[in-house]
Structures are given as C-alpha cells and as structure tokens.
C-alpha cells in the first residue's frame, strides 16, 4: 500500500525556517517524481514544487521562489520542503503527493499545518 | 501562464441528481493532461480523473471526465450523499507548473 506521512510543520514567527519531511513507502520511491502542494485555510489547492526521480528536474512556483528548496533523499525514501524567510502568506496546510507522471497525482499524504504568525 | 477557471463556484443539488462541473482553461491545452479531484473536509485530495476522461483506481463508473482544448467538464451521473464535496481541476504533466483551478463545491440542495 502506498502512504505518504509528512511531517515538521507548526508555528513560527515571520522570518523564521523551517523543513518538512514526507517519508514515502509501499512504492518504489526512486521511480517517481514528488511534488508539494499547499491549501491556505478555507482556500484552494496551489502547487508549490516538484521534483523528478533524479533530482535532475526541480519547478517551484513563484510565490515560493528563491525561499524554498526541495529535495529528496533516495536512501531514507524521503522528499523535503526547505522553507526560508516565511511569511503570514504561507500558513497552510501543505501536502506530498506522489507524480505518476500521465496519470497525475494519484496518491497524497494527510498534510502538515504550517502556522506563520508573530 | 495557463489558468484553469471552474465555474459554477457552489452547486447545490439534491441526491440522485446528475452534476456537470466545468474547467475552462485559458489556452488550449492537451487533454493528457487534465486531472480533477476530490476534497472532503479535512481530507487530502483524491485523484478522480486523469488524462481527461481516465478514471483512477477504484473510482466508481458514475464518474466521467470529458472534452478538450480548453473545455474540459467532470460529470458525475447520479449523485451519492458521499459524493457532496468540492472539485478540483488541474493541469499537470507537460507544464512545470502544476495549475489547479479555484474550485467547484458541490452541496446539498
């Protein structure tokens, strides 16, 4: 069974960093790209980033751009979210999900909470 | 930068009723890649359809995607009180930028 667990969210002030983790099992994790979605409270779904199955290829929105990094880690079956310089703008819930590639986004993790207020 | 537009933003219809949702994107695009999913409350998304007229893995048959260029609709045909929720539509695959649209709700009438 394919699951997606992410974690590291909470409260930070303006300014402030910091990482999520999505640890993937039950799917060859090296053959898939991984993306970051987020949903602002009460609002809808914006794409973030996206990372290929090499690493070779990285896309972030521009909203996000030159703040977060991602990454993933083959070994641990893990994909990160670095978050830099946060904002009030960022709070949202945000979520993994898997890219299979034509056939979309076909699996989603249960989502992390970032809270950035002062 | 395509945008993806769904209208209408709430539909309010009753159990047993046929809904049509619409997608409409700001140029044309290729219909291998339109998705659209389900958001319950508190839930992470779920995949519906993908490649337009694909359905995911244990998506019941009530549920048909269609259309293309830059007209896509997600038709579910008899509505199930488990089906009132709110839709998604995406483009994703051949643009680095995975756009979703703002939503449709669809509500009990």
């Known amino acids: 069974e394919v699951q997606l667990v992410e974690s590291g969210g909470g409260l930070v002030k303006p300014g402030w960093s910091l990482r999520l983790s999505c640890a993937a099992s039950?799917?060859?994790?090296?053959?898939?790209?991984m993306n970051w979605v987020r949903q602002a409270p009460g609002k809808g779904l914006e794409w973030v980033s996206s990372i290929s199955s090499t690493s070779t290829y990285i896309y972030y929105a521009d909203s996000v751009k030159g703040r977060f990094t991602i990454s993933r880690d083959t070994a641990k079956n893990s994909v990160y979210l670095q978050m830099n310089s946060l904002r009030a703008e960022d709070s949202a819930v945000y979520y993994c999900a898997r890219d299979a590639r034509l056939v979309a986004f076909d699996h989603w993790g249960q989502g992390t909470l970032v809270t950035v207020s002062s | 930068e395509i945008v993806l537009t769904q209208s209408p933003g709430t539909l309010s219809l009753s159990p047993g009723e046929r809904a049509t949702l619409s997608c409409r994107a700001s140029e044309s695009i290729s219909s291998s890649y339109l998705a659209w999913y389900q958001q319950k409350p508190g839930q992470a998304p779920r995949l519906l359809i993908y490649g337009a007229s694909s359905r995911a893995t244990g998506i019941p048959d009530r549920f048909s995607g269609s259309g293309s260029g830059t007209d896509f609709t997600l038709t579910i045909s008899r509505l199930e009180p488990e089906d009132f929720a709110v839709y998604y539509c995406?483009?994703?695959?051949?643009?680095?930028?995975?756009?979703f649209g703002q939503g449709t709700k669809l509500e009990i009438k």
């Open positions: 995406q483009l994703y695959g051949s643009s680095p930028r995975y756009t």
């Open positions: 039950g799917f060859t994790f090296s053959a898939y790209g």
